[in-house]
C-alpha cells in the first residue's frame, strides 16, 4: 500500500490569523527592513527591499485579503523571502511559530453544510484550510501570488535602494512629507520614532552587503537554532518538522539526556537533550520548550531547542575548519564554523554525533 506523502509547511501569523506555506518556496527570512514604497503600485505591495542586488516587493496579506491594516508595523515583525521558478515575493508577518507536515486529505475549502470558509478575496492566493489543535491555517497558493505580483509591472527606481542611498536617509530626519495622502505614504512606516527607523535603515543597509550566491545549488539551507542562548547550526534537509513541547513520559533507567517519550499524532517520539555533548549545561524544560523533529537514516528523533533564530543559505565554500574554534565540542560532532553577525556559529554533524552516541541505535531497538 503506497503511503500518501506529507508537504512540509511554515506556520507565521499576521493579524491574529495564521497563514502557512510550503517549506520548500522559503529561501530566507529575516527582521524587517526599512521599504521602499512604489509609487502607483497595488496597495497591497507596501514597497520594496534590496536583498544581495535583487529588488523584491513586499506584500501585506491584510490588504490582499480586505481586512483591516494598521499599517503600524513593528520591528519585531520579519520577511519571509519566497521563490517560485523565477519569481520573488517578500511577505511580512508577525511571528514565525513552527514547521509541519501535512497531508492532502487534511486540506479542505468547506465547513459543515456546504459553507466555504474562503472569501472571494482569498480564492486565488488560498489553497484551502487545515484544521490543527483547534486553529485553522489558511494555505498560501504562492504561484497564484508570484504571477499577480509579476503582472502588475512595477516601476522601481533601483537608485534609490542602494547602500549610499539608505545612508544619506540616516544622517537626515526622514519626516512625512507634508499634505501626506493617508491612502499612501511616500515614507515607509512614517510614524516611526527616530530610533526606530534608524534601526529599520540600518537593517535595510546589511541586506545589501551580504554578498549575492551565483547560483542557487551552491547554497546549503541551515536553520539556526538557539541552546543556552547560544546559536547553532542545523543541516534543514534533516529537519521534518517544529512543533511544541507536549505531555512526556519518562523512561527508566536512561541516561541524562534522554528526555522521554512524546506522543506526535499517534507516533510515540523519543525527545532528547543535545546540550551535554555540547559542553553546555542540562537546563529543565519549560512550556514554550521548541522539539525539532529531525529524520537520520529513516529514524524520526525529537531534539529540545530553546528557539529557532533564522533560516539561512550558506554556501559551503565559508564553512572554516573547528580545529580551535570550539575546542570544548567533539570535532567530530561539527562540520565547521562560519562567521554569522559578526560571530562564529558551529554547524552541527548531528548524523555523526547520533551514531557516535549510538543514539540512532538505541532509538531502533
Known sequence: MNEIPETSYTIFTFNNLLYAVETIFIEQMFYLPELTPIPESPPDIIGVVNVRGEIIPIMDLNR????????????????????WATLQVGIIVNTIKQVINILPDEITSQLSYDQPLIKNEEKNFIDGIVSRENDLILLLNLENILRY?????????????TEEKYNLYLQDDLGKPENESPLKSSVFCPNATIYERDILLQRAINLTKVTRQKKVTETKPIAVIILNNERFGVDLTLVRELT??????????????????????????TLIDIKGFLSLPLQSLIPKSIIMIIEIQGVRLGITIDDVYDVILLNPKKILSNSTKFPSINENYLEGVVYDHNKMMPILNLPVLFSQEKLLLEEAV
Do not use: H, V, W
Open 64 to 83: 490582499r485579503f480586505g481586512y483591516r491594516s494598521s499599517e503600524e508595523y513593528q520591528l519585531s515583525d520579519s520577511i519571509i523571502i519566497l521563490r
Open 149 to 161: 505580483i509579476d503582472s502588475q509591472s512595477l516601476q522601481i527606481n533601483k537608485e534609490n535602494l
Open 244 to 269: 511544541q513541547i507536549g505531555k512526556i513520559t519518562t523512561i527508566p533507567c536512561t541516561p541524562a539526556y534522554i528526555i522521554g517519550n512524546m506522543n506526535f499524532r499517534g507516533e510515540i517520539l
